[in-house]
């Protein structure tokens, strides 16, 4: 059986994501042992009814912000066997399946060497993304490499660990946004070697990827603004 688990999260009310998930589910079956997956409340009944049909474990949520529904979804992961987990947002590792596929399945297969390892982006795959993340989130990454003394790429949704280092992120994980507050959990608390890679996989695809809503673009800069401080400010009290 395979080793490493998928632990992913969606907020899908539209449903757009449906299609994609139904050309990707064989594929992503034949490369975890187990699926996990929490769904918001407000997730179209036609995507729920999608994931009813795969292999997918699923567990239907209240919609109270990214970071809960990232801590059910791993909880709900340890009740499985998988003695490894790679934890990616469910669009994130859609964009993945479908444009590089066989990237995605050597990095899963690498998952077992690592206690936790940080999931970043090449710099052509940072370049897909919206101006606004990508100027906000070099500021969250230069502080979050500052405080784990390595260079890393934090914001981008994805990262694998072992059983153990999973059993205390879900002792541990409280905070606001879970991107670097889990880095931290192993790297102040457990003690344990936290890696890094990039990869291409976590490109942008606005069809796949992009808002389920319209704002402005002052917003825009102000949510990416908001989230990359709090992201920033847990990385430097995590643990200390």
Not at 45 to 65: C, D, Q, V, Y
Not at 146 to 165: M, P, W
């Amino acid at each position: 059986m395979l080793q490493t688990s998928l632990v992913t999260v969606t907020h899908d009310p539209e449903g757009k994501n449906i299609e994609i998930l139904k050309k990707l589910q064989l594929s992503l079956e034949e490369i975890y042992g187990e699926l996990f997956i929490t769904i918001s409340e407000e997730s179209s009944s036609e995507l729920i009814k999608a994931i009813e049909n795969s292999r997918f474990n699923f567990k239907i949520i209240p919609k109270t912000g990214a970071a809960n529904a990232r801590r059910e979804a791993l909880k709900y992961a340890l009740t499985g066997k998988g003695r490894h987990f790679h934890y990616c947002d469910l669009d994130r590792v859609l964009t993945w399946g479908k444009n590089h596929l066989n990237e995605l399945k050597v990095l899963v297969g690498d998952i077992p060497n690592h206690d936790y390892l940080i999931l970043g982006r090449t710099e052509r795959a940072m370049k897909t993304h919206p101006i606004e993340w990508i100027e906000t989130e070099k500021i969250t990454n230069h502080i979050v490499s500052l405080e784990l003394g390595k260079e890393v790429d934090i914001t981008a949704g994805s990262c694998g660990f072992t059983r153990e280092s999973a059993e205390y992120i879900t002792t541990y994980s409280k905070e606001k946004m879970t991107d670097a507050e889990w880095a931290m959990i192993v790297h102040r608390i457990v003690k344990r070697q936290v890696d890094y890679r990039a990869v291409e996989g976590l490109e942008f695809e606005e069809e796949i990827n992009g808002l389920n809503r319209t704002i402005s673009d002052s917003d825009k800069w102000f949510s990416r603004l908001r989230l990359g401080y709090i992201i920033s400010k847990t990385a430097m009290k995590v643990g200390k």
